[in-house]
Structure formats: C-alpha cells, structure tokens
C-alpha cells in the first residue's frame, strides 16, 4: 500500500483506502452511457485491511464499520467526491452518513 501511495499520489508511508478514478465524474451526475454497451467502469478502490484494523483499534471503532466506510469513502472518491476544501469534505462526509446509516463511524 505504501508503494501505491508513493508511486502514485507521490505520498510516503501506508494508508487505507487509495482510489483511482477511471473517468472525471461530478457528485450526483449520473454519466452519459450507452444502455446497449459495456457496464461503466469507474475505477478501482484499494484498502489495506492491516492498516484499517490498525485505525479501528486506535479510533475504538468496529472493524467491520471501519472497513464500511473506507469502501464507501474509496467508491465516493471514484464518483467525484474529494475532500480537500471544506465545503467538499462536508459533503463527502454527509454522504458516507447517508451510505452507513446508523452504522458508528467516525471521520
């Protein structure tokens, strides 16, 4: 994960979730998509479940719940959410509640 990390977001050490969007998609926009083609393909979402359990451990969290929301988080990336400002982060993270539901996760 860490070789991930560095080779492509050119950040050191592990991490939890790494996603690499295919196409540049915009949160809520449905794709344009040929209903006769191929299933869209939007990318691939990576997680490092040692890393997480880590991180569930440290955040007293369900590991489950943990491994929930990094998924989500991953999937999310790939659907154009990101979270660098806060405005999008608060968006990001509004989603993931809808997503988890009731689960207990923490950001």
């Known amino acids: 994960m860490a070789a991930y ?3 492509f977001l050119e950040r050191s050490g592990p991490t939890d979730v790494l996603a690499f969007p295919v ?4 949160p809520g926009v449905v794709p344009d998509q040929d209903s006769n083609g191929p299933p869209l393909i939007v990318g691939d979402v ?7 359990g880590r991180q569930a451990e ?3 969290a369900d590991f489950g719940d943990e491994m929930a929301l ?5 999937i ?3 659907l154009g959410y990101d979270h660098e400002v806060p405005a999008d982060e ?3 993270r509004a989603r993931e509640d809808a997503i988890l539901g009731d689960a207990p996760h923490h950001h």
């Open 5 to 7: 990390n560095e080779r």
């Open 23 to 26: 196409e540049e998609l915009m």
């Open 46 to 52: 990576i997680v490092a479940p040692a890393y997480v």
């Open 58 to 60: 440290q955040n007293e």
């Open 70 to 74: 990094m998924v989500a988080h991953g």
């Open 76 to 78: 999310l990336h790939l």
């Open 90 to 92: 608060a968006a990001m």
